[in-house]
C-alpha cells in the first residue's frame, strides 16, 4: 500500500538556521498539507498546497515559512530562520480528490 | 472559529473493558468527521471517517463512531478494547471550504491494562 514518506524522521538545528523537511506524497494524489504538534499539544493545520499554489494558510504560517513541490514528486517545508518556538513534530499529509487525508511519521524537529 | 473539543485526555482501562471517547465540534454547516489513530512510535492512520450517509460508520479493529448532529458529536466506541488499542486517538473535522484542511482536537490517550 502507497505511502506518505518523510525525511528526516529527527532533525536539530539551532536556532536562527534553515531547516528544509521533506515530504514525499502518495503519487497520485492532488492536494498536500503540512501540520505541526507541538508536544503535549494538539495536532494544528500549517498550509495546504493544490495545483503547486497554496490554497489556505494558517496564522502559524507567516513569513518564515514556505512551501514548495519542486519537481512533482516532493514536498518540502521551509522554515528560513528557526526559532525555539519552532521545535514540533511536523507532518505531512496527501489526499486525492475527496476522500481522507494519509499521513506522513513526521519529522521531528528540535531547535537549540 | 471552528474548533473540536475532546473531553478525556487520558483514559486507562483494563483489557475488556468498553470504550467511549467523545468528541464535539463547534461549526453549523456540513463537515466531514474523522477519528485518527496514532501507535505508540507510528504516524497517524484513519480509523474510520463520515462523510454522509449512516451517522453510524464503522472503522477498522472493531472502532465505530456515531455522528449525531444535533449535538454536534462524533464519539467514538469498541465494545472490548484490547491492550494493542494503545494509543492515542484524534478526532478531527473538515468543514467546508475546497481545501480539506482537518481541525484537530487535543488528542486522547488511552492505556489499556492486560
Known amino acids: 500500500e502507497p505511502e506518505v514518506t518523510q525525511t528526516p524522521s529527527h532533525q536539530v538545528t539551532q536556532m536562527g538556521q534553515e531547516v528544509i523537511l521533506r515530504c514525499v506524497p502518495i503519487?497520485?494524489?492532488?492536494?498536500f498539507y503540512w501540520y505541526r504538534q507541538i508536544l503535549g499539544q494538539k495536532v494544528e493545520f500549517l498550509v495546504s498546497?493544490?495545483?503547486?499554489?497554496?490554497?489556505?494558510k494558517s496564522e502559524i504560517f507567516d513569513d518564515q515559512f514556505s512551501v514548495e513541490r519542486p519537481d512533482g514528486s516532493n514536498f518540502t517545508l521551509k522554515i528560513r530562520s528557526t526559532k525555539l518556538e519552532d521545535s514540533a513534530m511536523y507532518f505531512c499529509?496527501?489526499?486525492?480528490?475527496?476522500?481522507?487525508?494519509?499521513f506522513g511519521p513526521g519529522t521531528r524537529l528540535t531547535v537549540t | 472559529a471552528q474548533s473540536v473539543s475532546q473531553h478525556n485526555h487520558h483514559v486507562i482501562l483494563s483489557e475488556a473493558a468498553s470504550l467511549e471517547l467523545g468528541c464535539n465540534y463547534s461549526y453549523g454547516g456540513t463537515v466531514n468527521l474523522f477519528w485518527y489513530v496514532q501507535y505508540p512510535g507510528q504516524h497517524l492512520q484513519l480509523l474510520l471517517k463520515?462523510?454522509?450517509?449512516?451517522?453510524l460508520v464503522k472503522g477498522i479493529k472493531g472502532f465505530e463512531a456515531e455522528f449525531i448532529k444535533s449535538k454536534f458529536s462524533f464519539n467514538l466506541r469498541k465494545p472490548s478494547v484490547q491492550w494493542s488499542d494503545t494509543a492515542e486517538y484524534f478526532c478531527?473535522?473538515?468543514?467546508?471550504?475546497?481545501?480539506?484542511?482537518?481541525?484537530f482536537g487535543q488528542g486522547t490517550t488511552l492505556q489499556v491494562k492486560p
Open positions: 463520515y462523510f454522509s450517509g449512516d451517522p
Open positions: 498546497f493544490y495545483n503547486n499554489e497554496i490554497s489556505e
Open positions: 478531527a473535522v473538515n468543514a467546508g471550504g475546497n481545501t480539506g484542511k482537518l481541525i
Open positions: 499529509a496527501s489526499k486525492p480528490r475527496a476522500y481522507e487525508q494519509y
Open positions: 503519487s497520485n494524489h492532488l492536494y
